[in-house]
């Protein structure tokens, strides 16, 4: 029982240890008309090996990275990209290891007019992460996961599963999938209730009990309230 006890420990050690680093790339290109920065596409692709073996190239993943930045995000008429960028995240365990590739660039289009505004509004909301959509949950909100990491929606994955960018500690631009029970709004009203405004909300044993906290974001069956101690909480929306 001991020799199971110290293997199990040894186990879980090494399954737990992890290395993480990154290196990236940047391609620009000179342009001889005016452009007008319209929005930023981004591309995500990424193998797990298993004692080394398993995945494709390094060469195949930057294509299928491209692949889904190209699907994510389609150029329109007279648009093109411009400024590619292409980070790489590798991750190893003690017989694991995961490569995953990040595309990005920026969506132009050529005009003749050279004294107008460079930036879209869409292309300054998505680089400063905000979003002035009031539709629930549309590409481009700005949104709350994991109670407090803040992004924004920059595809939809699946019926319900979205693609949420946001910055690392290292202020690097990540991306994640995230079900849409998970994440929460922050900028639009929804069920009657607004963000940045006070809840009162039913707790105790038999819910005699009042309490108010300060919304942070709205989600489908759910908020996240920030309360007087500075504690997050996620409360349904039954306990009105």
């Known amino acids: 029982m001991k020799k199971m006890l110290i293997s199990i420990a040894i186990s879980c050690l090494l399954m737990t240890s992890c290395v993480t680093y990154h290196h990236g790339a940047i ?8 452009v007008k920065y319209q ?3 981004i591309g995500v692709s990424q193998i797990n090996k298993f004692w080394g073996f398993g995945g494709i190239s390094k060469d195949a993943l930057v294509l299928e990275a491209r692949r889904e930045m190209t699907k994510n995000r389609p150029l329109g008429a007279k648009e093109q990209y411009l400024n590619f960028t292409v980070d790489f995240k590798y991750t190893f365990w003690p017989i694991v290891s995961q490569t995953r590739v990040t595309m990005c660039a920026d969506v ?16 300054k909301e998505k680089l400063l992460g905000k979003s002035l959509t009031n539709e629930l949950f549309a590409i481009g909100d700005s949104v709350i996961f994991n109670k407090t990491h803040e992004g924004v929606i920059i595809s939809i994955e699946d019926v319900d599963i979205v693609r949420v960018l946001y910055k690392s ?10 079900s849409i029970n998970k ?4 900028n639009k009203s929804f069920s009657t209730l607004s963000p940045k405004t006070w809840y009162t909300y039913s707790s105790g044993l038999n819910n005699d009990q009042k309490n108010t906290a300060y919304i942070m974001g709205l989600g489908l069956k759910s908020l996240i309230v920030k309360d007087s101690s500075n504690s997050i909480e996620v409360i349904d929306y039954q306990k009105r």
Do not use: C, L, M
């Open 169 to 178: 500690r290292s202020d690097k631009n990540r991306t994640k999938r995230i």
């Open 108 to 123: 132009v289009s050529f005009t003749n007019d050279s004294t107008g505004e460079v930036y879209s509004t869409k292309y």
């Open 39 to 41: 929005d930023i596409a």
């Open 27 to 34: 391609s620009s290109a000179a342009v001889s008309r005016t």
């Open 183 to 186: 994440i929460y709004a922050t």
